[in-house]
């Protein structure tokens, strides 16, 4: 199974500061059809988790600008470029290029 | 609008069985593979299983293998999870997803485990 690996685990974050997220997998998630199946997931507190990113780098309809996602193959790296307070919350990593689909164990994100 | 909602989580006993269901509306439900994630309180987010969109494939963990039981029925745009010989490391929130992408999440369902 490929084990997800997230950095850190509890992010404390003064207001327009920048923040940073890594997530490194146990194999490459480049799939055969040469995209990586990578996402990153936002999960306010008392709220269902919501999709950031998509396939790495790709932001979802009303995400905010300040997020980005980056990597390849095995590490990749969650931007947030200036945190609001809307930010708070628990951002998970998932990839679904391989079975069975398995998250990170989140990184907690608050405000300092 | 895209709209998952799922419903059926309860008290239930160890050992018992429970069916949970999630309702899409917004879009073509035949169209997209479903999943089901779960929760356990206070922890992270747990894959449980998966169905393609004619319903022929399933995925398990094996953590719920032989045990759950994921189906689908585009006639009623609902998908749904049988659960069974339910353990009390079975209890949390079970949200659906939609597309291999994961693009969308319902609202979750608690199921609690408890004697």
């Known amino acids: 199974d490929v084990v997800m690996t997230q950095s850190p685990l509890s992010l404390p974050v003064t207001l327009g500061q920048p923040a940073s997220i890594s997530c490194r997998s146990s194999q490459s998630l480049v799939y055969s059809d040469g995209n990586t199946y990578f996402h990153w997931f936002q999960q306010r507190p008392g709220q269902s988790p919501r999709r950031l990113i998509y396939k790495v780098s790709n932001r979802d309809s009303g995400v905010p600008d300040r997020f980005s996602g980056s990597g390849s193959g095995t590490d990749f790296t969650l931007k947030i470029s200036r945190v609001e307070a809307e930010d708070v919350g628990v951002y998970y990593c998932m990839q679904s290029t391989h079975w069975p689909r398995s998250f990170g164990q989140g990184t907690k994100l608050e405000i300092k | 609008e895209v709209q998952l909602v799922e419903s059926g989580g309860d008290v239930v006993q160890p050992g018992g069985s429970l069916r949970l269901s999630c309702v899409a509306s917004g879009f073509t439900f035949s169209s997209y593979a479903m999943h089901w994630v779960r929760q356990a309180p206070g922890k992270g987010l747990e894959y449980v299983s998966a169905i393609s969109r004619n319903g022929v494939s399933t995925f398990y963990a094996n953590s719920v293998k032989g045990r759950f039981t994921i189906s689908r029925d585009d006639s009623k745009n609902t998908l749904y999870l049988q659960m069974g010989s339910l353990r009390s490391e079975d209890m949390g929130v079970y949200y659906c997803?939609?597309?291999?992408?994961?693009?969308?999440w319902g609202q979750g369902t608690l199921v609690t485990v408890s004697s």
């Open positions: 997803a939609r597309d291999w992408l994961h693009d969308y």
